[in-house]
């Protein structure tokens, strides 16, 4: 049953050649929130400005077909960690569960390999305090859903539990002056010096109950790089190999952008100035952090991983370029984004056709650095990457597949996929001929849905088992929290 699970992890289990730990890459996984398949420059977009970006992507490997493991953002980024599907460890959206300790994350494999560890930027698996009303769900004295980035292999963090504002992410305007485009709940432009503000109502935290208070005013991109950078560039000056996730809150609501970043659009209305500022804003942190590694001398020596957490969120300026939906769904647009990866003088530069996932991120990482996953017998829904990126191979080896709230599901071949955006109605796509999702073709292939049907509610069906902690030596009582 499921045999494809353990040929997934083959390459990596297999006895391999020890690397000294001087000779392994770095590893930076890079995400945005909320950024669209259409909102960048090397996918396509005419409109916002993302030069390094595109800089970065065209001298790297282009993922044309990248997806989230998830719709929404928090089940996404628990795959990145661990490879793994969120519906095997209850975090089936976003603000629901938490990283369990049981799970074994991306941090916590390589910390025990010598490298040095840190989180950046937006948690969104589990609350960062029991002091205080912070954020989505953290609450005084409440521990249910306590899980920090250093319960889980990271030596370091700053971060919040979820979203902020793009521009001054601790603060608000007092008194609203709402005008066309602009709302609190949509984003403004950037305080002016001395205009009232109050706290936003989400904190920056960089240990137990240790809230960060300075430095905190300007683009939260720079922010969050004030300090990812210095980890790094300590890391180096120790001559110790780094992992560090960086994960931007831009383009999140609120989108709230400095005129000098409005100014670089103005032939647009104020919505679309404030969305495309803040990533515009983002971008030149990201050429930041890349230029940085150069200095450093070890640009070369470091593995970057790029993509977004989900597609654009509705009702905003943000595009999923042609393809179908948006945040929230399992169509193309919803989980389909902008992605690539840069490993100079190791993989050459082009666009990668064939579908990956955030939860590829772990076992292709453990496979490049010749690390064993710590447990043969624990199912990933990711696999290594390795052959595609060093040009081997051109096709995936498994599908992947997808679950969301609300009954959605699909089931994704490097041709076809099934999906069911709710209830047991099933729909067939060639994503070959028909990228945009607008020809059903269920009733021409009956064969090919009920053979792919009966693979995804297999899949499924090993996900609950694992939900319930099958995977997990000890008991794990956990609520149902899916509906």
Request: aromatic share 10%; hydrophobic share 30%; net charge negative.
């Given at each position: 049953m499921l045999g494809f699970l353990a040929i997934w992890m083959g390459g990596i289990m297999a006895a391999q050649e020890h690397i000294n730990l001087r000779e392994r890459p770095n590893v930076i996984l890079v995400m945005c929130d909320d950024l669209g398949w259409g909102d960048v420059g090397f996918n396509g977009s005419s409109t916002i400005k993302t030069p390094n970006l595109d800089e970065m992507a065209g001298a790297g490997i282009i993922f044309s077909r990248f997806y989230s493991a998830a719709p929404v953002c928090s089940p996404t980024r628990a795959s990145c960690l661990t490879g793994r599907n969120p519906f095997r460890m209850g975090i089936y959206s976003a603000n629901v569960g938490h990283m369990r300790s049981e799970e074994i994350t991306l941090a916590e494999v390589l910390s025990k390999a010598g490298y040095s560890t840190g989180h950046f930027g937006k948690w969104h698996l589990g609350t960062l305090t029991t002091a205080l009303n912070d954020a989505n769900r953290g609450m005084p004295g409440d521990s249910s859903h306590l899980s920090r980035p250093t319960d889980h292999g990271y030596h370091e963090y700053f971060c919040t539990e979820s979203k902020v504002p793009t521009?001054?992410?601790?603060?608000?305007?007092?008194?609203?002056?709402?005008?066309?485009?602009?709302?609190?709940?949509?984003?403004?432009?950037?305080?002016?010096?001395?205009?009232?503000?109050?706290?936003?109502?989400?904190?920056?935290?960089?240990?137990?109950?240790?809230?960060?208070?300075?430095?905190?005013?300007?683009?939260?991109?720079?922010?969050?790089?004030?300090?990812?950078?210095?980890?790094?560039?300590?890391?180096?000056?120790?001559?110790?190999?780094?992992?560090?996730?960086?994960?931007?809150?831009?383009?999140?609501?609120?989108?709230?952008?400095?005129?000098?970043?409005?100014?670089?659009?103005?032939?647009?209305?104020?919505?679309?100035?404030?969305?495309?500022?803040?990533?515009?804003?983002?971008?030149?942190?990201?050429?930041?952090?890349?230029?940085?590694?150069?200095?450093?001398?070890?640009?070369?020596?470091?593995?970057?991983?790029?993509?977004?957490?989900?597609?654009?969120?509705?009702?905003?300026?943000?595009?999923?370029?042609?393809?179908?939906?948006?945040?929230?769904?399992?169509?193309?647009?919803?989980?389909?984004?902008?992605?690539?990866?840069?490993?100079?003088?190791?993989?050459?530069?082009?666009?990668?056709?064939?579908?990956?996932?955030?939860?590829?991120?772990?076992?292709?990482?453990?496979?490049?650095?010749?690390?064993?996953?710590?447990?043969?017998?624990?199912?990933?829904?990711?696999?290594?990457?390795?052959?595609?990126?060093?040009?081997?191979?051109?096709?995936?080896?498994s599908p992947i597949g997808f679950q969301s709230t609300g009954g959605k599901r699909s089931w994704v071949e490097d041709r076809y996929k099934l999906i069911s955006p709710e209830g047991e109605n099933f729909e067939l796509y060639d994503l070959i001929s028909d990228r945009t999702e607008s020809n059903n073709i269920a009733a021409k292939h009956p064969a090919k849905v009920d053979s792919m049907k009966h693979a995804l509610l297999k899949w499924i069906e090993d996900c609950t088992r694992s939900d319930q902690g099958g995977d997990y030596e000890g008991e794990v009582v956990t609520p149902n929290l899916r509906h």
């Open positions: 521009w001054d992410p601790m603060l608000k305007p007092t008194s609203f002056q709402e005008e066309s485009g602009s709302s609190l709940r949509y984003g403004w432009p950037a305080l002016l010096d001395g205009e009232k503000s109050e706290n936003y109502g989400t904190f920056y935290w960089s240990g137990p109950d240790q809230m960060e208070l300075n430095n905190l005013r300007g683009d939260n991109s720079e922010v969050i790089m004030d300090r990812a950078i210095p980890f790094i560039e300590r890391s180096v000056k120790r001559d110790q190999p780094f992992f560090t996730t960086i994960w931007l809150h831009t383009p999140h609501l609120p989108v709230v952008t400095h005129k000098a970043y409005r100014d670089l659009y103005p032939k647009h209305d104020l919505s679309e100035q404030l969305y495309y500022g803040c990533i515009s804003a983002m971008d030149e942190q990201i050429g930041r952090l890349w230029s940085t590694l150069q200095k450093l001398n070890v640009s070369e020596h470091t593995m970057l991983w790029f993509c977004s957490d989900n597609g654009p969120e509705r009702q905003t300026p943000g595009s999923a370029g042609s393809l179908r939906a948006r945040k929230r769904s399992l169509y193309e647009g919803g989980v389909r984004v902008p992605a690539f990866c840069l490993w100079p003088d190791n993989w050459s530069s082009g666009t990668a056709d064939v579908p990956a996932v955030t939860s590829d991120y772990l076992p292709t990482i453990l496979d490049i650095l010749q690390i064993e996953y710590p447990e043969t017998d624990r199912p990933l829904d990711g696999i290594t990457l390795r052959k595609l990126l060093d040009g081997k191979t051109k096709q995936r080896r």
